[in-house]
């Protein structure tokens, strides 16, 4: 079966650093997406692994261990705007483009 | 610059009646994708094409079906609609790495 965990609500402080979560389960992998999902508009892509390791980008990093089945993202230096729904996304083996989502993390920033 | 474009943005409809939502890319991209986003369910896909005259099934298609004529545009099509179709549906095309999404259609079933 397919299964993509993730909390479902978090908060941090404006300045602080914060680390989300994601195990996944899924019949076969090729790759691990995170986007950024403000309310109200559409989700925006942030980074993408498919080798295990850190991917550094400004603010953002995420982290993947395959032989784990888990993945996180790290936003540091928070700001107000980084308040959003950050979704965890699975690329299967088998189906070359298609992604399963996760049901989204709330962050939410507080000064 | 290139762009994937949804329309209506907000839409209300009466149970039964049939209800095409639009997407339109200019990326030139063979994949496209149509989710729907409800609370706790985070995005699931309805259908996909992955290129023109391809279309294939996802996760939550019930009641739901896609064209491909070419290569901008994946129509959704709610045959009858059913309040369980009340939702905010996105559509997303791809270049086979990262999906770019359009902003959006929220559509209430009455």
């Known amino acids: 079966g397919q299964n993509i ?7 941090a402080t404006e ?5 989300i979560n994601c195990t996944y389960q899924t019949s076969g992998f090729n790759g691990l997406f995170w986007y950024q999902q403000h309310a109200g508009e559409a989700p925006t892509f942030l980074s993408y692994n498919v080798l295990d390791g850190l991917e550094e980008k400004g603010r953002f990093s995420s982290f993947l261990s395959r032989s784990k089945g888990y993945s996180y993202l790290l936003l540091k230096e928070l700001q ?13 083996a088998d189906s070359s483009y298609k992604l399963i989502f ?3 993390t709330r962050l939410l920033v507080r000064p | 610059d290139a762009e994937i474009t949804q329309s209506p943005r907000h839409k209300i409809t009466e149970t039964g009646r049939q209800v095409t939502l639009a997407c339109h890319q200019t990326w030139n991209h063979n994949n496209m994708f149509w989710y729907r986003q409800d609370l706790g369910h985070g995005l699931r896909l309805i259908h996909y094409s992955y290129g ?8 939550v298609s019930d009641g ?3 064209s491909r004529s070419n290569t901008e545009d994946l129509p959704l099509t709610l045959e ?4 369980s179709q009340t939702s905010v549906y996105f559509c997303a095309s791809s270049d086979g790495t990262q999906q770019y999404f359009g902003p959006g259609t929220r559509l209430t079933v009455t």
């Not at chain 1, 300045?15 to 680390?19: D, F, K, R, S, Y």
């Not at chain 2, 009858?80 to 309040?83: F, L």
């Open chain 1, 5 to 11: 965990d993730q909390p479902t609500e978090m908060t």
């Open chain 1, 15 to 19: 300045g602080a650093i914060v680390q």
């Open chain 1, 80 to 92: 107000m705007k980084d308040s959003a729904s950050y979704l965890c996304a699975v690329r299967e």
């Open chain 1, 102 to 104: 996760g049901s989204g």
């Open chain 2, 52 to 59: 023109v005259q391809d279309t294939n099934k996802g996760e």
């Open chain 2, 64 to 66: 739901y079906s896609v």
């Open chain 2, 80 to 83: 009858s609609a059913a309040s």
